[in-house]
């Protein structure tokens, strides 16, 4: 089956700097590769997903790129603010039927005033 | 407005109980899913659901059966609680329609077994 693996496990930056966390998947039938943000006390939320038949994807300050061959993708953060503090969660799917999600393990983003 | 709920925020039970967590949904999806939450693991897959009365096991059934009577219901079941299962649970669901793979998330349940 899918395995996410996701780096690093903690990453504190200064506000306004750029923040980059990478996932690495095993199964090439993935399609589909979602980020969660999980405040602190609250439920997982979309951010931002990329489905393999584009490379990049931005909205805003976030993006997201996709390296298929090399099994790959990352979520790029640019202009970092206190609000960006929490854990985020990258995840892959093949798309098919109930499109069930593999996570990897999340990365707490701490971001100094 | 997606709204996933959860029938507890916070449980406590012993070892050897039978425990029910219960999730509602109220945007008519057609999928719904069950994970643990744990620090350092990300979130597991349990059980899933795609229609009523369908269920696939998930990364970690073990210890855990699922019961869906109605589509907008899904009810998480601990036969015989054990400390090893105390974690933060959390429900999901998802649609096959426009916002497909999307899933939105219950608050949690955190689950101590004492």
């Known amino acids: 089956g899918e395995n996410v693996e996701q780096h690093p496990s903690t990453l504190s930056v200064q506000e306004g700097d750029s923040a980059v966390i990478k996932c690495t998947y095993s199964?090439?039938?993935?399609?589909?590769f979602p980020w969660y943000k999980q405040e602190l006390g609250k439920r997982p939320q979309l951010i931002i997903d990329?489905?393999?038949?584009?490379g990049e994807k931005k909205d805003q300050r976030i993006a997201v790129t996709l390296n298929k061959t090399a099994k790959h993708f990352s979520l790029h953060i640019t202009e970092t603010q206190p609000e960006d503090s929490a854990v985020y969660f990258c995840?892959?799917?093949?798309?098919?039927?109930?499109?069930?999600?593999?996570f990897g393990q999340g990365t707490r983003l701490t971001i100094n005033p | 407005d997606v709204k996933v709920t959860q029938s507890s925020r916070y449980l406590v039970k012993r070892t050897g109980e039978k425990v029910f967590l219960e999730c509602v949904q109220d945007m008519d999806h057609e999928n719904m899913f069950w994970y643990r939450q744990d620090p350092g693991l990300g979130l597991r897959l349990i059980y899933f659901?795609?229609?009523?009365?369908?269920?696939e096991k998930g990364d970690i059934p073990e210890g855990y059966s699922v019961s869906r009577e109605k589509k907008e219901r899904f009810s998480l079941i601990l036969e015989s609680a054990s400390t090893n299962q105390t974690s933060m649970y959390l429900c999901?669901?998802?649609?096959?329609?426009?916002?497909?793979?999307?899933?939105?998330f219950g608050p949690g349940t955190r689950l101590t077994v004492l």
């Open positions: 995840a892959a799917s093949d798309d098919q039927g109930a499109q069930k999600l593999v």
């Open positions: 199964d090439s039938a993935s399609n589909y």
């Open positions: 999901a669901s998802s649609s096959t329609g426009t916002s497909r793979g999307e899933q939105f």
């Open positions: 659901s795609y229609d009523v009365k369908m269920k």
């Open positions: 990329i489905r393999s038949n584009v």
